[in-house]
C-alpha cells in the first residue's frame, strides 16, 4: 500500500510526465523488446514503429500518476487495459519484465537527480499496487471464460472454414473450433486474439468479430494492409488451414437500451457494429445505421445490411462515400460527413445511444459533430483497433 509520501512523489512527477511522458515509454519498448524477446508477441511492431504504442502508454502511466490518490477516475481505462490484455493473454509472469524495464527506463530518462531512490521506490510500490489489479480482474476474465459453455483457457485451434471476398480489401473468415466442440458465446462488439507463427516468428492480433454469436463458428472480417504482417498472412491462408484463438474480450459491448441505436462506422471500423446491428434487430428498437467508405469498392457487406433493411422495418441505413464513379450502387452522399449530413441521418429523437468505429480522426469528427447535434455525452461510446488514446 502507498503511504502518503510515496503518493506525494507520484504526484510531483506528474509535469515530467506531461511534457516527456512519450520519450520515457519509448526508451520503456527499445529496452523490453530488445531484452527480453518473449513478450515481443504481444506487442504489434507497426504500433510500436509509428509512435501509437509508446503515445498511448504514455497517457496511461499519466493517468495513473494524476489520479493516484482516487484511481476510481480512471474510468473506463482499466478495463480497456485489462481486456486487451485478455485477448493477448498477458499473464502474470509478463508483469515483473515490464515492472523492471520501467522503472529503469525512469532512472535513465529523468536521470539520477529527479529519479532518486525514493521516487523509485515510489513508482516501483505504485506500479505493484496497478499490476495486482490488472493481474486480480484478469484471472477472473480467464477463469470465467474457462468455465463457460464452451469456453477455453490459452489457445485453441479453429479451422477456416470458409472465406468469402467482402470488398477489394475486406475477407471473412467463418472459423469452426477443430475439437469439434460448443463454442463460448461472444457479446456483440467483442474481439478475439488471434495467434500466428510468420517466418519463425509468433505473432498475436486482436480482430473483431463481425457477426452475432451462433454457438458454432466465429466471423472475423480483416481488412489486408499495405505491409500489414498478419492481415496478409491471412488472407493467403487457404480454407481448411488451422489458426490458435484466444476466448473473446473487450468493453466496447452493446449495452441493453431502448434508446434509438445509431450505429457509425468508418472503413474496416463496419466489423463490430455489424454484430451490434444483427443483435438490435431482434429487439423493436429503431436502428439507424451510417457507414464511410472510401469508394463502392472499398464497401464492404452493402448487399447484407441492404437486405437486412428490407426485412426490418425499424432498420434506416445510409451510406457516405469519399469519391464515387461509375455505374456501381449509388451512396446517399459523396464527400467527407458533416454535421449537416448526420443531423439529417440522425433520429429525430437525441436521447439516443451512438456507437461509432473507425479511423482516430473519423472518431474526432464524429464525437465532435455528435456533441454538436445533442447528443448526451454519456450516451457516446467508441473503441479502438489499436493502442487507445484520447479522442481529442
Given amino acids: 500500500m502507498l503511504c502518503a509520501e510515496q503518493r506525494a512523489l507520484i504526484k510531483a512527477t506528474v509535469p515530467l510526465l506531461e511534457s516527456g511522458g512519450e520519450a520515457l515509454t519509448t526508451h520503456f519498448y527499445r529496452l523490453m523488446l530488445a531484452e527480453h524477446p518473449e513478450v515481443r508477441p504481444l506487442f504489434n511492431q507497426a504500433h510500436q514503429a509509428s509512435g501509437d504504442q509508446p ?4 497517457n496511461g502511466v499519466l493517468m495513473y500518476a494524476k489520479h493516484i490518490d482516487q484511481l476510481e477516475q480512471l474510468g473506463g481505462l482499466v478495463s480497456k487495459i485489462v481486456n486487451k490484455h485478455v ?29 532518486t531512490d525514493e521516487v523509485i521506490a515510489a513508482w516501483a510500490m505504485a506500479y505493484q499496487q496497478l499490476a495486482d489489479i490488472l493481474i486480480g480482474t484478469e484471472e477472473q476474465i480467464y477463469s ?36 469439434g466442440g460448443p463454442l463460448l458465446a461472444h457479446k456483440p462488439g467483442q474481439y478475439i486474439g488471434l495467434r500466428l507463427h510468420i ?10 468479430l463481425s457477426a452475432a454469436s451462433n454457438g458454432c463458428e466465429y466471423r ?32 466496447f ?55 437486412l433493411a428490407e426485412r426490418h422495418v425499424q432498420l434506416k441505413r445510409f451510406y457516405c ?6 455505374e456501381h450502387a449509388q451512396p446517399d452522399a459523396v464527400g467527407l460527413m458533416t454535421a449537416e449530413r448526420l443531423d439529417s441521418w440522425l433520429p429525430d429523437n437525441r436521447d439516443l445511444d451512438a456507437y461509432f468505429l473507425g479511423p482516430k480522426a473519423f472518431m474526432v469528427a464524429i464525437r465532435r459533430q455528435l456533441q454538436g447535434l445533442g447528443v448526451p455525452e454519456h450516451q457516446l461510446r467508441h473503441e479502438f483497433f489499436g493502442p487507445a488514446s484520447a479522442l481529442q
Fill in 55 to 58: 503515445r498511448a502508454l504514455a
Fill in 87 to 115: 485477448a493477448l493473454q498477458v499473464l502474470p509472469e509478463h508483469y515483473p519484465i515490464v515492472g523492471s524495464c520501467l522503472l529503469r527506463a525512469i532512472r535513465e530518462v529523468l536521470g539520477s537527480k529527479i529519479a
Fill in 144 to 179: 470465467s471464460a474457462a468455465d463457460a459453455p464452451g469456453g477455453w483457457r490459452g489457445a485453441r485451434t479453429f479451422r477456416i472454414a470458409r472465406k468469402v471476398v467482402e470488398s477489394d480489401e475486406i475477407t471473412s473468415f467463418y472459423l469452426q473450433p477443430e475439437d
Fill in 199 to 208: 517466418g519463425g516468428e509468433e505473432v498475436r492480433r486482436n480482430y473483431s
Fill in 220 to 251: 472475423i472480417s480483416v481488412k489486408r494492409e499495405d505491409g500489414g504482417l498478419a492481415s496478409n498472412t491471412l488472407h493467403a491462408m487457404p480454407e481448411g488451414e488451422n489458426l490458435e484463438l484466444f476466448a473473446p474480450a473487450g468493453d
Fill in 253 to 307: 459491448i452493446l449495452e441493453p437500451s431502448d434508446k434509438p441505436l445509431v450505429l457509425i462506422s468508418g472503413g474496416v471500423g463496419i466489423t463490430p457494429t455489424l454484430a451490434m446491428l444483427e443483435e438490435a434487430l431482434q429487439t423493436s428498437r429503431p436502428v439507424h445505421f451510417i457507414h464511410c467508405a472510401r469508394n463502392a469498392g472499398a464497401h464492404a457487406f452493402r448487399e447484407l445490411v441492404d437486405g
Fill in 321 to 326: 462515400y469519399d469519391e464515387h464513379e461509375g
